[in-house]
């Protein structure tokens, strides 16, 4: 039987006054943004868990290639070259923006074929690649796994964590800059994280009042765009500036989390009942099977005789109804339930019956 809690998170403040915000936390500016980076390579140096070469013949096909690379040629008749201690891996990174040649940035290293673990090993020299096809940066040096794996001779084995992943920090060094629009244009535009026109409309009145009328406009729910210095060290400075401005960010819509394989429950602050009354209780029947035996009179023409007996019995379990009145808040919702004793699977239930009736003023998302 599973256990299940209740989280319902309410969203405390003074009346229905929103926190401020920082502008850096509610958008970001349009061309600033990291870059998907992915190589192929080998990991070398295993402890005999690397691929099993039968299986995978690209591992073989790679490791010939990079023999070439060195003028070393494997002779055709050689047969199957077990390579226990390689291993045929993807490499992906981030690139950061505005990130420079020189600097370097964290990897991670996933074995693609049938390794059975990565520790100890050392990732070659692996260019890293963009969606156009050039490369941004060069990747290399040893792996850090956090998992192991572990067998004994009868067969016997032990998994922990997942060991055919590591990471490298600062294992990338950047080789090409991503051409970035931020010096360009008289104009930047703030993207919103959650659009939303009051959001989007208090962020303009601010800019506005601090930098004169016409500066900021909002293009729709989610951009906003401003009007910005030419030469770069000013935007620079300039946008130091409106980052840290402290904004108050529109409500979002009233939302009830359902997670139907946890239990958990979390309900908006603005979630609001209509007029609904609710009564939730349980039914048990119990069915009981006796046996109840006949015996005749001693050196009687009589038989024994067996008869069922079946007792049946309902019981109900009493709870009380409760009744929501018009505009009941999160707290009173919360209490009502609590009052009745109702677990998170007897909520789920009431909520989703609220929500069809009409009652429940939020959306109801079940995850």
Do not use: C
Request: aromatic fraction near 4%; hydrophobic fraction near 40%; glycine fraction near 10%.
């Amino acid at each position: 039987m599973y256990k299940y809690f209740l989280f319902a998170v309410l969203a405390l403040g003074l009346g229905n006054t929103a926190q401020a915000e920082r502008l850096k936390d509610l958008a970001s500016i349009q061309g600033v943004r990291t870059n998907q980076l992915i190589g192929y390579g080998l990991v070398v140096g295993l402890s005999g868990s690397g691929d099993q070469t039968t299986q995978t013949p690209f591992t073989v096909q790679t490791f010939n290639n990079m023999l070439a690379e060195f003028g070393i040629r494997v002779p055709a008749g050689s047969g199957n070259i077990q390579l226990k201690n390689v291993a045929a891996v993807s490499v992906h990174a981030d690139l950061p923006p505005f990130a420079r040649p020189g600097q370097t940035i964290d990897i991670t290293v996933s074995s693609i074929g049938n390794a059975k673990s990565l520790r100890g090993g050392s990732l070659l020299m692996t260019p890293l690649k963009g969606i156009d096809g050039n490369v941004y940066a060069i990747a290399q040096g040893n792996l850090v796994v956090g998992g192991f794996d572990a067998g004994g001779a009868d067969g016997s084995r032990i998994t922990v964590n997942v060991p055919s992943a590591g990471r490298i920090p600062s294992g990338a060094t950047v080789e090409r800059a991503v051409p970035s629009a931020f010096d360009q244009g008289d104009y930047l535009t703030l993207n919103l994280n959650r659009p939303d026109f009051t959001t989007a409309k208090n962020i303009t009145d601010k800019l506005n009042d601090l930098l004169g009328p016409g500066v900021a406009m909002a293009l729709d729910a989610g951009s906003i765009r401003v009007a910005a210095p030419l030469d770069p060290s000013q935007r620079v400075n300039y946008l130091s500036v409106i980052e840290n401005l402290e904004v108050e960010a529109g409500k979002a819509v009233a939302k009830v989390i359902i997670n139907s394989r946890t239990g958990t429950i979390v309900i908006g602050q603005d979630v609001r009942v209509q007029p609904a009354a609710v009564t939730h209780g349980s039914l048990t029947v119990a069915i009981s099977e006796d046996i109840s035996v006949s015996q005749p009179e001693p050196f009687s023409q009589g038989e024994t005789v067996v008869t069922p007996r079946s007792k049946v019995s309902a019981e109900q379990e009493k709870r009380p109804m409760f009744k929501f009145a018009p505009g009941t808040t999160l707290d009173e919702i919360v209490r009502a339930v609590n009052q009745v004793g109702a677990a998170p699977s007897d909520l789920m239930a009431i909520l989703e019956a609220l929500k069809q009736a009409g009652a429940l003023q939020a959306d109801l998302i079940v995850i």
